[in-house]
């Protein structure tokens, strides 16, 4: 099995910014792409950034030039530095993960539990 934890969230204040970590433990034979998704109340869940192994990553457009993802591939942890929060970033974030947990086993997906982040003066 493979954990994911996350850490983080908060309330800041519209212009802010905050930085989301996200650890993956467990059975990890290889982590294929690590991201970060979001959920609005009353909305679906969206791809916020993603990291890919060779280190391509993916934005929604909403958040280009504002959030930054990183990873560090020695410690199995990703990060989100979010700058110039906006009310309408108000979400629970949650960490995904792409893992192959054997060398020749399936990519399999996997969850954070999500951390809130509020912005809002």
């Known amino acids: 099995q493979v954990q994911l934890v996350e850490s983080g969230g908060g309330l800041v204040q519209p212009g802010g910014s905050l930085r989301l970590s996200c650890r993956a433990s467990?059975?990890?034979?290889?982590?294929?792409?690590m991201g970060w998704y979001r959920q609005a109340p009353g909305k679906q869940r969206e791809l916020v950034a993603r990291?890919?192994?060779?280190?391509?990553?993916n934005y929604a457009d909403s958040v280009k030039g504002r959030f930054t993802i990183s990873r560090d591939n020695a410690n199995n942890t990703v990060y989100l530095q979010m700058n110039s929060l906006k009310p309408e970033d108000t979400a629970v974030y949650y960490c995904?993960?792409?893992?192959?947990?054997?060398?020749?086993?399936?990519?399999?997906?996997?969850w954070g539990q999500g951390t809130q982040v509020t912005v809002s003066s």
């Open positions: 990291i890919i192994s060779g280190d391509s990553t």
């Open positions: 467990g059975s990890i034979f290889s982590i294929k792409a």
């Open positions: 995904n993960a792409v893992v192959t947990t054997t060398a020749w086993g399936p990519n399999d997906n996997y």
